[in-house]
């Protein structure tokens, strides 16, 4: 079955960099375009970051362009984010997604990881 | 600030039909699909409802989707306690950005 396993997250200071990791299992993970979405905490769903199939492309939001940092490894099935400058305000639940195409739709998330950024 | 309007609560009684409102723009909703999805607290979105109207296997036809022009709508029907959660929508922009409502908490009175 398909499964995402998001790890990496934690306690960082302002200002710092982190790196989450999401390890994917149960489908071909170089066919699917990944996505990354957080939720703040009592907040909703804001979308993050995509990363096409191969790698070939990438595509940010306003709030993270220029900080994050989304990449791929398809040899090891595993899907990346790369936290740099980290604020305040990125504290928050960081979900990875698997994009269908047929259903234009995130139809698989991880269970996520919280990463607080605090002093 | 969510790029897509929704509603921040709405409710319902058993057995009712209850929807939830999602609005955007020409650049959004008025050229892609919407997706919604349901949530909740403490665990991962799920999918619940693709292009505009489908429903994934295993989602009850008690939900369904529409969508007229720049908005969408959730409906559920013959509603249920375990229908409380929080409700999403969301699709693309033409600069191939995600986005998402705000979301509504939805509660079975």
């Known amino acids: 079955q398909v499964q995402l396993v998001e790890s990496g997250g934690g306690v960082v200071q302002p200002g710092r960099s982190l790196r989450l990791s999401c390890a994917a299992s149960g489908f071909t993970f170089s066919g699917y375009g990944m996505h990354w979405v957080r939720q703040a905490p009592g907040k909703g769903l804001e979308w993050l970051a995509v990363?096409?199939?191969?790698?070939?492309?990438?595509e940010y939001a306003d709030s993270v362009k220029g900080r994050f940092t989304i990449s791929r490894d398809n040899s090891k099935n595993t899907l990346y984010v790369q936290m740099n400058s980290l604020r305040a305000e990125d504290t928050a639940v960081y979900y990875c997604?698997?994009?269908?195409?047929?259903?234009?739709?995130?139809?698989?998330w991880g269970q996520g990881t919280l990463v607080t950024v605090s002093s | 600030q969510s790029v897509l309007t929704q509603p921040p609560s709405a409710s319902g009684t058993p057995g009712q039909r209850v929807t939830i409102s999602c609005s955007g723009s020409s650049s959004n909703i008025g050229s892609n699909t919407i997706n919604w999805y349901q949530q909740f607290p403490g665990t991962a979105p799920k999918l619940l409802i693709y292009?505009?109207?489908r429903r994934p296997s295993g989602v009850p036809d008690r939900f369904s989707g529409s969508k007229s022009g720049t908005s969408a709508s959730l409906a559920i029907s013959g509603l249920q306690s375990e229908d409380e959660a929080n409700y999403y929508c969301a699709t693309w922009d033409d600069s191939l950005l995600g986005g998402f409502g705000g979301g509504t908490k939805l509660t079975v009175l």
């Open positions: 292009n505009d109207n």
């Open positions: 997604a698997r994009y269908n195409g047929i259903y234009s739709s995130w139809d698989y």
């Open positions: 990363i096409w199939y191969d790698g070939s492309r990438q």
